[in-house]
């Protein structure tokens, strides 16, 4: 069985027919997906914490996923702070279009893995 908790900055509120964020740090929402062999089991949308901090806010989202024991983050763009401390935390960086819809983000995310 192969288990995955996967991240997208999301733009708005809508689980799997959201759209993937064009930032990362600053999006106002993450939705967490947990998928057991390719099936999602659920999903989750979170209020982005470091969504309006002036300063540091990849790194802090960063921290709350890796504490969410994430395995995947996919996003549009990632800035060098983010992008290195999620190598740091050994969680895999898939990079998509900006506005692919998240259906189709895990479905690359899942290809991967397979």
Known sequence: MKKLRIAIPTKE???????????????????????LDGEVKEVRVLHNPAASYRFGAGPILVKTLADMNVDVVIAGELGPGASALIEDHKIVKVTVKSGTPVNEAIRVAQSLFS
Do not use: H
């Open 13 to 35: 509120e809508k689980g799997l027919e959201d759209l993937v964020s064009d930032v990362f740090g600053r999006a106002k929402n993450i939705s967490i997906i947990d998928t």
